[in-house]
């Protein structure tokens, strides 16, 4: 047809056209649209970035000033954005009540890992980029009257992993909070063990793990936050053994993902698999709480928690 000659011209394939050309006419015109297609939605990206942010869920745009104000939840349908370790921190507890901890610890190569890029060249390049020295933040702070030890994660650091640097300063964390005999609470935001770090990595699960035990044996609350998305071997130790485990609204939560748990179990997955409402209607999660309240309710939890330690210290 007459109609193959004048589409190849727009689609600037000059060179390819002789070899590329099918004998039949219905299928040209298939070949061609494609990268029509392909050339329009290149063009949308242009749009300026920097101060809106489009809802992942219910597409309105929102202004960033807006965002931010809001503890980055959308104000249209409440859907939950990733926030920053020190956003978090400035929200939950008390004005200049946070001491951190371990505040320089960073991650050495002890593997000389190189894959896509150098370990250490992708730790300089996170370092630079998020202000931070490591996936996660520690330290002692106060919410209402209760002075509590926090850890948390940021997921914009190599997505929240866990290598030595972020086992490290968590067990430091459990282990002040054991021994000045306070609640423990972390926030947890991560993708699982740092590959870069191999076996490292792994044994951090067991060492949160054992520090959280002696943390228990001293009769002391632990809060778990889980956050989107809380996965892996994070949520295989320190995240799902707090005394009350508690989500954020429509936070992913598991172990593997979907795609790996469908593929081996050769089952179809229930509708909502691994978001913190399923987990909470089958009994893993205590609650679902919105960023907004999350200040008073963990207040609320710890008063429960600690009153029920005092009226068993005065018991024994
Ligand atoms: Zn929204």
Redesign the pocket.
């Known amino acids: 047809m007459a109609t193959t000659s004048f589409s190849k011209k727009t689609l600037g394939l000059e060179a390819a056209e002789p070899a590329a050309t099918p004998p039949s006419g219905p299928t040209e015109t298939s070949f061609i649209r494609k990268p029509k297609l392909g050339a329009a939605r290149s063009r949308k990206k242009d749009i300026p970035e920097g101060l809106w942010t489009k809802?992942?869920?219910?597409?309105?745009m929102?202004y960033d000033k807006e965002l931010d104000e809001n503890l980055k939840v959308?104000?249209?349908?409440?859907?939950h954005f990733q926030i920053g370790a020190r956003e978090r921190i400035n929200a939950l507890v008390e004005t200049c009540s946070f001491e951190e901890m371990d505040a320089q610890m960073a991650s050495v190569d002890a593997l000389k890992f190189t894959g896509v890029s150098p370990y250490t060249e992708r730790l300089d390049d996170y370092q630079r980029t998020t202000g931070l020295k490591d996936a996660v933040i520690t330290g002692i702070c106060r919410i209402n009257s209760y002075r509590a030890a926090l850890g948390v994660m940021d997921f914009s650091f190599l997505g929240g992993s866990m290598g030595s640097v972020v086992g490290e300063k968590l067990t430091r964390l459990i282990e002040a909070a054991t021994n000045k005999g306070l609640a423990l609470i972390i926030i947890s935001s991560s993708g699982g063990a740092r590959m870069y770090e191999g076996m490292f990595s792994l044994m951090q699960m067991a060492k949160t793990a054992a520090a959280l035990a002696y943390h228990a044996k001293n009769r002391l609350p632990y809060i778990s936050v889980l956050t989107h998305p809380t996965t892996a071997g994070v949520m295989a130790s320190f995240a799902s053994l707090g005394d009350l485990i508690i989500a954020e609204p429509g936070a992913m939560i598991g172990f593997a993902g979907p795609r790996v748990i469908k593929d081996t179990t050769q089952a179809e997955l229930p509708p909502g698999f691994q978001t913190a409402e399923f987990l909470q209607a089958h009994g893993f999660i205590d609650a679902i709480v919105p960023r907004k309240e999350m200040r008073e309710r963990l207040a609320y939890y710890l008063d429960f928690l600690l009153e029920g330690q005092r009226k068993l210290a005065a018991l024994s």
Do not use: D
């Open positions: 809802c992942l869920k219910c597409a309105t929102i959308c104000p249209h349908c409440g859907f």
